[in-house]
């Protein structure tokens, strides 16, 4: 299970594993803009081929070694392929979700001194009406496919402690940070997950939808091509494409964020033998009710299929794990993320002083990652005021029990008063309500848990059941219904909790 620690540069991790594995196959359920002579199925080997192609023709657009690229299209597969093609240029690209406005990009755009962007037909109007880049700095996916190449670029590489890729952080309360990644520090994240990859023995089809402006995503990515695994990343995550996906290709292992396992439960219930072959299941980043995963895990023809559930954060990368099955799901309390990974990552609860707390007392979840980041882009001192010493203070508010596993209760900035864990809440409304597929426990004007719920499509509002599953509960606001599409989110799903409540008050 213990992988050796290797640098991770995009493009050289992409060419050792199509030279290992190169007839290993790539599905898609949409032709790529960026990538359209692939197809709907490619090789790793004829991927790798046209990566370096689409470099040279990049490199014809104007961006060479060191310049930054704004990854600024439509969320599919083709935004990492374009990434690896920038790095092999040496160039650093930066993942940008296509959500963002025009205006935040102003600002991102000048925290980058102006860089290139590459945008594609979906994000074209908004990328044109960016004012401080010039149309020399805007690159067109569909146009630079079309670029007359004759002899192929050298591939060039950045110093391995040097920033050499960027994400940013959900933008939940603001404008959001770009978070810098060297190959040094990414290397370290792929090797935690190259040793979960190690305990699959068969390398069966892996599908995914996950945002590819995600930290999660190009560590992924690298981890399961290293591996071999044949891939099936997933652009339309809507119940109708899933169901057709999932009876043709038939995928054994599946990842996806929180929110899309709950958006596909209501299918998993109806149609169960869609997710029949699935062993393997991996939720991204952030907890999951115990009813969710209960049910896909039920779904399954195999023996013993398996739930990861992996809690990190995109400054620290994957930090703790647990697994769930059929059995251990019985006597779960959800909100056990479980331990981290021995020599990579571990966790401690301090308090408001940063001091260490003992087992049982609540407090500030401090995170210890080989994988952290380097800083926010141009934000030093807001990156610093995270840090102690080598520990993270990741912003979420949780315990640890006597054995040591961690249990994450909420976020710091959302904790309401009176109440323990929203989450928990929202776990348990979610768990026994199953009409429901949000739940979401914001502050109303005075401070009082205010939830909004959205009611699943074809389902009518129980009210008998919501006052009955809550008579226990500490007091709660008659609840706001919405459509679950209208619940404002950010790149990964994630709810804008602060942004409700802020419209909640303006009104």
């Known amino acids: 299970m213990n992988n050796p620690y290797v640098p991770l540069n995009l493009f050289t991790n992409f060419k050792e594993s199509a030279e290992r594995f190169p007839d290993t196959p790539i599905f898609f359920d949409e032709i790529l803009a960026g990538f359209p002579e692939l197809g709907l199925e490619t090789t790793y080997a004829d991927c790798l081929e046209v990566i370096v192609k689409r470099a040279t023709q990049l490199k014809k657009a104007g961006v060479k070694k060191a310049d930054k690229i704004i990854m600024y299209k439509s969320a599919k597969f083709d935004t990492y392929l374009l990434a690896v093609s920038a790095s092999y240029l040496g160039a650093v690209p930066a993942m940008i979700s296509p959500h963002l406005p025009v205006e935040t990009m102003e600002i991102l755009a000048d925290r980058l001194d102006l860089p290139f962007l590459l945008f594609d037909n979906e994000t074209a109007n908004k990328a044109k009406a960016i004012r401080n880049l010039t149309n020399d700095k805007l690159i067109s996916a569909e146009e630079v496919v079309k670029v007359p190449v004759d002899d192929f670029e050298k591939q060039e590489e950045l110093p391995k402690d040097m920033i050499s890729y960027m994400t940013h952080t959900s933008g939940t309360t603001g404008i959001p940070k770009l978070i810098a990644h060297s190959a040094n520090s990414m290397g370290w994240r792929v090797k935690w997950q190259r040793n979960i990859l190690s305990l699959i023995r068969e390398k ?20 399961m091509m290293s591996k071999g695994f044949p891939l099936l990343p997933i652009a339309n995550p809507k119940k109708e494409n899933i169901e057709q996906l999932f009876h043709k290709f038939q995928p054994k292992i599946v990842e996806t964020h929180p929110n899309n396992f709950v958006q596909w439960v209501a299918l998993a219930r109806t149609k169960p033998e869609i997710f029949k072959s699935v062993k393997y299941y991996h939720s991204t980043f952030d907890a999951i009710n115990k009813e969710t995963m209960a049910t896909f895990l039920n779904t399954s023809s195999e023996k013993r299929p398996v739930f990861m559930q992996v809690y990190g954060q995109s400054e620290c990368g994957p930090m703790i794990l647990r697994f769930h099955t059929k059995k251990s799901l019985q006597n779960l309390d959800a909100r056990n993320m479980g331990y981290g990974m021995k020599g990579l990552t571990e966790v401690r609860i301090v308090n408001d ?90 502050r109303d004007k005075n401070g009082q848990p205010q939830p909004i719920i959205s009611v699943c499509e074809g389902c009518e509002m129980n009210w008998d059941a919501w006052f009955h599953e809550i008579t226990d509960l500490p007091h709660l606001n008659e609840p706001i219904i919405m459509n679950y599409d209208d619940i404002p989110r950010t790149a990964t799903m994630k709810v804008q909790r602060l942004r409700m409540e802020e419209e909640l008050k303006a009104k």
């Not at 707390?357 to 994988?371: A, D, E, F, R, Y």
């Not at 001192?381 to 315990?399: C, H, K, P």
């Open 204 to 223: 069966e089809l892996a599908a995914f939808h996950i945002s590819p402006v995600h930290s999660r995503f190009n560590i992924g990515i690298s981890s």
């Open 353 to 442: 002083k940063g001091e260490p707390v003992p087992n049982g007392t609540p407090g500030n979840i401090h995170m210890l990652s080989k994988g952290r980041a380097l800083t926010y882009f141009k934000e030093d001192a807001r990156f610093n005021e995270n840090t102690y010493d080598l520990w993270w203070d990741s912003g979420d508010y949780g315990v640890k029990n006597e054995k040591g596993a961690l249990f994450l209760l909420d976020r710091q900035v959302d904790l309401v008063q009176n109440i323990t864990s929203t989450l928990a809440i929202e776990d348990k409304l979610l768990d026994s309500l199953d009409f429901l597929d949000e739940v979401v426990i914001i």
